[in-house]
Structure formats: C-alpha cells, structure tokens
C-alpha cells in the first residue's frame, strides 16, 4: 500500500477471522513497528504476542474477574473520567458502533456483551501485550514512546492485510494477564492490541469515527510575516 492509504484507509477492527496470524508474518510487522522515534533512542518498549491456549485463559479470567466486580488493577493510569468534548467524542464513536451493531440504547445485555468483547481481547487470534521497562516508568516520554510505538504497528498490520485495535479493557485484570502472559517483573503492562484477519462482515468493522479538522487542531505561527511570505 501507499502511505496515504494505510493513514486514510486503515480503522479500527472489533471482529475477526479465527484464522491464525503466521508467526514471521507478526514479526514482519513488528519489525517495522519498532522503526518508531523514541526519547533519546531509548526504545522502552517490550511485546509479548500471545495466541492459543494462553490468550484463551487470559479471555476466561478477564470475563470472570469482571463479571465477579473484582476492581480493575491497570498498571498504566488511568486518569480522571472525560468531561467536555473528550467525553462527547467518547459517546460519539460508542453512538456510531452501537448503531452498527443493532444495540439498542435500553438493551442492558447487549451493551454489557459488547464491553466484554473488549475484555475478550475482541475474540482475535492473537493479542500483542505493549510493556515499558519499569526503570523508565516515572518519565512521561516513555508513555509517549510507546503510543509511537503502537501506532506504528497497527498501521504496519493494515499495510499487511491485518486488522487491529488498541484497547485497555484487555490489560484491565493485569495480574490475569501477567500470569498467563508470563511477563517479566521488570515490565510494565501498558495496553493490549487485538490483532488478525478482518471480518468484513462484522458491522462494527465499517465504522470510521470521526476526526476534527486540520483547522480545528492546528495553530499556525509566524506564516504570515512578510519574511515568510517572500520565501514563499
């Protein structure tokens, strides 16, 4: 694919194929993920890509643990609740999947089956754990070089065919994950990415949420100066 593309082309996928994911080709990807920049090349990030057996405890525990009301325990923080046009972007994109879905405002079921699908890593073959060394834990580049690192790779599975979605309910029970996951002490879980072949038949797979504007994000300084209008 050309850049344009992937950027312009690329979604998140919330339903999947069972069909495995070849190993070479997750490293494939993973390979160009890690070209990502990072603060000083400190390259903090670790992956643990996890299928089979192993993910299917991490479902089963995850979905017990959350239907038993056992408090999430997410090593990454998590922050305050989102107010303002962070938390209208929020109902947003939930009003455009829920409109895909058929689930109906009222239906308590459904609505509660739809966020233990994130708990289930969305039923993807594979699941990539993105962990941070835990001697860079206290600087706040880290979890920046990690978001880098993450867009980087969702964006390289698309180029390959592969669907993707970063989530956090996934890494919600991190002791459930750390066991089965076998993740080092010395590491940080950050956030999982459901990873696999795109179902294109799930209706929550068309959705695209929307982006403010260029216009709306961007400030421009100094362009109209009579020195940049003569560069020009």
């Known amino acids: ?3 344009d593309d992937v950027i312009l082309g ?12 070849p190993q070479e080709l997750i490293k494939e990807i993973l390979a160009l993920a890690i070209r990502a920049p990072s603060s000083m090349n400190t ?36 922050g305050q609740p989102f107010e303002g ?9 939930a009003k455009q999947l829920f409109s895909a879905m058929g689930i109906a405002r009222d239906d308590k079921q459904q609505r509660q ?15 990539v754990i993105i962990t941070y060394d835990r001697q860079l834990a206290s600087s706040d580049d880290t979890a920046f070089d990690c978001g880098a690192v993450a867009t980087a790779l ?35 879980i950050m956030k999982s990415i459901a ?3 795109p179902d294109h038949s799930f209706p929550a797979n068309a959705v695209v ?24």
């Open 1 to 3: 694919m050309e850049f």
């Open 10 to 21: 690329r979604r998140s996928i919330r339903g999947y194929k069972p069909d495995p994911v």
């Open 43 to 78: 390259q903090p990030w670790n992956f643990y890509v996890i299928t089979g057996e192993p993910l299917d405890r991490i479902r089963q525990g995850n979905t017990e643990r959350n239907l038993a009301g056992v408090p999430h325990s997410r090593e990454f923080r998590i």
């Open 85 to 93: 046009v962070h938390r209208e972007r929020q109902i947003g994109v």
């Open 113 to 127: 089956d739809w966020v233990l699908r994130g708990f289930r890593q969305f039923d993807a073959p594979v699941c």
């Open 154 to 188: 969702v964006n390289a599975a698309w180029s390959r065919g592969l669907g993707a979605v970063i989530n956090s309910q996934g890494i919600m029970q991190s002791p459930v994950v750390r066991e089965h996951a076998g993740i080092a002490d010395d590491q940080v």
């Open 195 to 197: 990873l696999g072949w």
């Open 209 to 232: 949420s929307e982006r403010k504007s260029v216009d709306e994000a961007t400030t421009f300084v100094g362009f109209e100066s009579d020195g940049w209008r003569q560069r020009k």
